[in-house]
């Protein structure tokens, strides 16, 4: 691939770009390229936000580069020790090694597994000594370390920074030094970080790191950046049927922006879609299914895929957006028809009975018979009749 | 000695005093205290300034307290890693010895050798890892860390603070866990840094030490605090001669200040003098030769500041004050009636030779009678017919 070419692919949907000359002549002079990720092992659920920047890496590993995920299990295992931040919980050995497999098995649905190397940076920190992380916080002054967003936002506002939180970002920065980073990925959030290892390199004589920054991705809501606690993420984890769910239930603007940032699309390919939506030639639901499918299928294969969309349509050919039906909750004791009733979907079990005999109840679009059915755990599209599309929970 | 009388003599002279009822609780249940002063081995040489504190130090070992000097060869080991702070240079173990034992000399012209303990803190601090460390700067937050006056000065002022400052008061700090400090004893400008051990003391679940802070020395000029480098400090290993001299020369004003400060005698004592001179039955140039003495007697002995004594009288009682004499400079190898005449004292040998054959020339009050007399390196006071002072300075 030319170097060009290269450039091209990796400068997609990034945010910032910090050494982009120094990249180019890199990549020019055909070095392989150390391409650094930090993992930080401590919540180890992955969602699609997180594969924004796993995209971007294996851009770097299809055109022959080295991906070096450095599980950060150091800073892990010493937690925050004033206790304040509580996404900084003290880890055991066993903890973090449990939640880097969970992380590993997630991350090498994306990459390359056999080309990518995966570290632990205890491995080099855990070696440091009390005078070397004196010469590391004299690396840094108190004010470049108080202008990054979230400590001067802190300081500002009174609230208490303690002093070892101005070390982290020095360690991670070490860990730039220790693999001889060319390139670090991340989150538009970490561009601070990212910068204090490219000075720490300078310092210790090493080419400074090229520093990627990739957006942050906006949740199934539109508004918020993808995240679990906000009930707006799509997780790697998840079911072919949920994943695809979210996809479709998203705007389609949001759409354009997770097509640019997650699809292997290329944006010559995504251009003309928009242009084809644009003049009416293709229909904004079809372009929707399509990005549904092709995440589904990353996760959890093809046929997968194909399954969780053709149920999908089965729901939304009847013309129910899935999101707005009304939800009915019951444990796995609990018969079918107690539901219904309960619920005062119907006024009694006689009259679901009749729609049984009649073949009109049908079960994740399977038609039922049995009043008495016992559900398993799990979410069910219930439709009674010709019009009444219900969800089930069971739990 | 009784609780009361130890607190009086304890708070003599005292700026800051935090935790006095806890040192008098621990006083009255009869606790033998253990009394730190941590010693910077970067500059050995000690002057009167520094003897303020000794002295402190000593009333307490006197009292039967347990003096422990922490010499802070750890830090002076690491020196300073960002170059920009000149007071902190690297030390070799063999230069912090040789720094560490001309103290200790020094030292303990005012303190019982036998009953004070000498410990380096590279015994504890040399032992701490990078995770260690990480918990240690977890105990402080950067806001109180900037209320330290001179980190707020440089701050406000967009002076350069590099972030392991930050970590040099927590370990003075530690030092103080590490020996279980009841007191802890400093000058004024060291308050925020006492009180840091303090507060890791009670973090580490122990009583936190009382903190005694004593004036800075103002030198002999009456404006600036002694120190080498503004010249008008009194070294502990200058000469009988320079020390005396130098005090007779402070203002009344200054000598009262040293009488508190530096003086064995009690304040009742002093008092009394104070009056005495008041009244004018004692004469203010008698109270300060009297504390000269003390002071010269306290590092040379009784019978060197007799003599420097008497031999400043030699030329105080015919007038002159010896700061105010011209000062002949001049080589081993000159014979004296050539300075005299170099100089311009006298027009011409003749005339100083026959000054000398009517015994009218004394060499620190010595009749001489050569006038191709040689003199050994070092100063002398010359006097010259009735009315001419010299300083000879021979090097």
Request: hydrophobic share 40%; proline share 3%.
């Amino acid at each position: 691939v030319s170097v060009a070419n290269q450039m091209e692919i990796f400068k997609r949907g990034l945010v910032d770009f910090i050494g982009e000359d120094e990249l180019v002549k890199k990549l020019k002079s055909g070095k392989k390229l150390n391409v650094k990720l930090g993992l930080d092992p401590t919540s180890p659920d992955l969602h699609l936000g997180h594969t924004v920047i796993l995209q971007k890496l294996k851009q770097f590993q299809d055109a022959g580069h080295q991906v070096i995920l450095i599980v950060g299990d150091f800073t892990a295992k010493v937690g925050d020790p004033s206790g304040r931040n509580e996404t900084r919980p003290v880890l055991t050995d066993k903890e973090i090694k449990q939640n880097a497999k969970t992380y590993a098995d997630q991350v090498f649905k994306i990459l390359d597994k056999k080309k990518t190397k995966l570290v632990f940076n205890s491995s080099w920190l855990g070696k440091l000594d009390a005078v070397d992380m004196i010469r590391l916080a004299s690396q840094y002054t108190v004010a470049r370390m108080l202008e990054r967003d979230d400590f001067k936002k802190r300081f500002a506002a009174n609230k208490a920074i303690s002093i070892h939180e101005f070390l982290y970002p020095l360690l991670q920065g070490r860990d730039s030094v220790e693999i001889n980073a060319d390139v670090e990925l991340g989150g538009t959030d970490q561009l601070f970080n990212l910068l204090v290892g490219r000075e720490l390199q300078g310092d210790a004589g090493q080419d400074r790191q090229s520093v990627l920054t990739m957006p942050l991705l906006i949740g199934t809501d539109g508004e918020k950046k993808m995240s679990k606690s906000y009930g707006n993420a799509i997780g790697i984890s998840e079911s072919p049927k949920e994943q695809f769910g979210k996809i479709m239930s998203s705007s389609d603007e949001m759409m354009w922006t997770y097509y640019e940032l997650l699809s292997d699309k290329t944006l010559v390919e995504i251009k003309k879609m928009k242009a084809e939506v644009s003049d009416g030639s293709l229909h904004p639901k079809k372009v929707k299914e399509n990005l549904g499918k092709e995440i589904v299928a990353r996760f959890h294969g093809e046929n997968d895929a194909d399954k969780a969309c053709e149920e999908f349509n089965a729901v939304f050919s009847a013309g129910m957006n899935p999101e707005e039906m009304q939800v009915l909750q019951a444990n796995p004791k609990t018969p079918l028809y107690k539901i219904i009733v309960d619920n005062n979907v119907l006024k009694s079990g006689g009259e679901f009975r009749r729609l049984l005999t009649q073949g009109a109840v049908k079960l994740d679009d399977v038609k039922i018979a049995d009043a008495n059915m016992l559900l398993h755990p799990g979410t069910y599209v219930l439709k009674v009749g010709k019009k009444i599309f219900l969800k089930v929970e069971i739990s």
